[in-house]
């Protein structure tokens, strides 16, 4: 069964710190990993694509990282911000043009506080 | 573009009653999804469109729960009748066929009291 586990659940961390949310997958085939962030009360925004073929991307202050050996992504938030406070989701997606086959993962819920 | 649009954004309604989710597509994408969230299951897909026609549907709970697509800008998820474990957040999205990103809506709140 195609599953993403996502880690922590939930985190807390200060004002400029940094941070690391993990994802792990068994989705199978593989085509690609984004990973969501998800204000309260508002819909999912994809952050960044990861391809088989890439082991890290930078979008501002996330960078996401992909080891397809392992099956396993994270996603690092440097010198956080109070509006970095959301959900992070991982989503698999299992082959090339596969929108209804998406697989999410639970989620981070992540609080920055001042 | 205004992105995807959903109404309501909250609903309040008692059980047994009808709820209609309405959707509003971003125009010139011809897939449409319709997700719930709760906290104890996550984000689930509940069906699919592709150029109005449902593709997959196996994610609808029950017979309780419907969905139409009359045209390219517009869907409707209808729950009859509503009961209370039907209490989550109701997103709708949509992407060009072929894409795997989906853009969401804001979202209905249901609460079934």
């Known amino acids: 069964k195609n599953q993403v586990e996502q880690s922590p659940q939930s985190l807390i961390i200060l004002e400029g710190k940094n941070c690391t949310l993990q994802?792990?997958?068994?989705?199978?085939?593989?085509?690609?990993l984004r990973w969501y962030k998800q204000d309260t009360g508002r819909g999912p925004v994809s952050l960044t694509i990861m391809t088989f073929s890439e082991n890290t991307k930078s979008n501002g202050r996330y960078t996401a990282t992909l080891d397809a050996d392992t099956k396993q992504s994270s996603l690092h938030i440097t010198a956080s911000q109070l509006s970095d406070s959301a959900s992070y989701i991982c989503?698999?997606?299992?082959?090339?043009?596969?929108?209804?086959?998406?697989?999410f993962g639970g989620g981070t819920r992540l609080m920055v506080k001042p | 573009d205004a992105g995807v649009i959903q109404s309501p954004r909250h609903e309040v309604t008692e059980m047994g009653q009808e709820v209609t989710l309405r959707c509003k597509p971003i125009s010139g994408h011809n897939s449409l999804f319709w997700y719930r969230q709760t906290m104890m299951r996550g984000l689930e897909l509940l069906i699919y469109?592709?150029?109005?026609?449902?593709?997959?549907d196996s994610g609808m709970p029950e017979d309780r729960f419907s969905a139409k697509m009359p045209n390219a800008s517009f869907s409707t998820l209808k729950i009859q009748p509503s009961e209370p474990r039907d209490s989550a957040v109701y997103f709708c999205?949509?992407?060009?066929?072929?894409?795997?990103?989906?853009?969401f809506g804001q979202g209905t709140r249901l609460t079934v009291v």
């Open positions: 999205a949509s992407s060009l066929a072929g894409q795997t990103e989906a853009f």
């Open positions: 994802c792990n997958y068994t989705v199978s085939p593989f085509s690609n």
């Open positions: 989503v698999v997606s299992p082959q090339r043009n596969a929108g209804n086959m998406l697989t």
């Open positions: 469109f592709n150029n109005n026609v449902p593709i997959d």
